[in-house]
């Protein structure tokens, strides 16, 4: 009878955290709970369920929520890119929940290519090859 208690209780409580989590994030804009579910490390899954609800109840078009993620892929492949050595660390990709391996090299081309225009010093192309090796 107490493992059953304790059962009982488990499932309160965890009723209890996913309303106060809904609670907590269903305020947020689209583009911080689209941020959320891209950086799943950071969040328990109970908070990334919550966060998936609170999206799949929006009323957001597949155009909206493409340029979102699009838009925090293309800033996680730049913030990476500038915090490295490019010309001695290998680039290792971030995962995407949402887009493909193809599609994240393809954003960390494009970033590259944006930050050796920025870069006058940094002119030469070898970078678009060695992403395009992965």
Known sequence: ???LAWHNLFIIDK???MKTLHEIHQHKENFELIEMIESPEH???ECIEVIHEILNSRDINNKEKAKIIKQINE???RKKLL???LSEEEIILHKSQFLDKKQIKNI???QLKLIMKEQKGFR???WSYVIGAY
């Open 83 to 85: 915090n490295q050595n």
């Open 1 to 3: 009878m107490v493992v």
């Open 75 to 77: 800033d996680k492949a």
């Open 108 to 110: 960390y081309i494009k």
């Open 124 to 126: 030469f192309d070898v």
């Open 15 to 17: 009723k209890f955290n």
């Open 43 to 45: 969040y328990t899954p």
